[in-house]
């Protein structure tokens, strides 16, 4: 009779509780394949899109938002469970509560971390490659997590910055890069024949068949920009590929030089003035120079004072 009393209340449970539980496993699997599909279909991949960088971007997310929706199904899964059975849910909660105040006190800066690499990632702020200047550190983005973003400087050093410190984000390379020229000459120089200059340079750039594919729109003249103490600064920019704008900014730099050099137009540079005073009665002080020649014929070194 015992035994049969026993796989009465079996029976019960199973057609009761049994079918509740069997159902909140149902529908608990059903709610982690939904969970995946919104977080792989959550970025759409656009044919503008289909690069690289904004896949590894759209992954990191969507595994992000996959574990959040993941282990909160499984909570909720839990918790109804253990209701089936009868424990007490109300202490376990409490408590959970307790221990979850505890560690995001202690966690706090981490949390901070992920949720600004998270915004980071989702506005498209910074990828890999780009050269960026964030928390007074500059150099190349070399790579990017939900904690940190890991940059190598032009010395070669390697800078580790947390997200949480990032308050601003320069970033000098996104979608195509600027380089400005501040071009001083002589006050004296003609400054529609440095203009003219200034843009058979840039043909020539861009003819150079090593160049011409980073250089993206002809040279931008905005004019002569302010008069300095000894030159008139004429101001320019061109525009390049991403992180091209230093090389090609570099190369324009020495061809201007030496079409300068040939044109004869002068580059000022600081020169010095000696006074060397006078008195009361408008007598200067003696300057004494001394000279320091190597005769033709092989005679030794000759000083000659002043």
């Keep these: 009779m015992e035994i049969k009393g026993y796989l009465e209340l079996i029976t019960q449970w199973l057609l009761s509780s049994g079918l509740r539980l069997l159902l909140i496993v149902i ?3 059903v709610a982690l394949r939904v969970a995946r ?3 792989t279909r959550i970025f759409p991949i656009s ?3 289909r690069d690289p960088e904004f896949q590894k971007r759209a992954d990191t997310l969507s595994s992000v938002i996959r574990y959040i929706l993941v282990i909160g199904i499984l909570i909720v899964a839990a918790i109804t469970v253990m209701g089936e059975f009868g424990i007490e849910i109300g202490p376990i909660l409490a408590a959970a509560g307790i221990v979850g105040l505890a560690v995001g006190f202690g966690a706090q800066s981490l949390v901070q971390d992920v949720i600004s690499g998270f915004f980071i990632l989702a506005e498209d702020q910074i990828r890999v490659g780009d050269v960026v200047q964030i928390a007074d550190k500059g150099g190349l983005v070399e790579k990017i997590t939900l904690r ?4 190598r400087d032009l010395a070669g050093n390697v800078h580790f910055v947390r997200n949480g410190q990032i308050q601003v984000v320069t ?10 020229f501040d071009i001083g000459v002589a006050y004296r120089e003609d ?3 440095v203009i003219e200059v200034v843009k058979q340079v840039d043909e020539e750039l861009r003819s150079d ?14 004019g002569l920009d302010q008069f300095a103490d000894s030159a008139i600064i004429i101001k320019a920019r061109t525009k390049t590929k991403p992180v091209r704008q230093w090389a090609v900014g570099r190369e324009f730099n020495r061809r201007l030089k030496k079409a300068f050099d040939e044109k004869g137009i002068e580059i000022p540079f ?9 008195d009361k009665e408008g007598r200067s002080a003696p300057l004494n120079v001394v000279v320091n020649r190597e005769a033709s014929d092989g005679d030794a070194l000759q000083k000659v004072r002043r």
């Design 209 to 222: 068949p090593l160049l011409k594919d980073d250089i993206l729109e002809p040279i931008e003249i905005l």
């Design 191 to 193: 400054v529609d024949e």
């Design 270 to 278: 600081p020169h010095v003035t000696l006074y060397m005073g006078q």
């Design 171 to 180: 970033n000098m390379t996104k979608d195509y890069g600027r380089y400005v």
């Design 37 to 39: 599909f919104i977080a």
């Design 47 to 49: 044919k503008r899109e």
């Design 27 to 29: 529908l608990t699997l």
């Design 148 to 151: 940190m973003v890991v940059l």
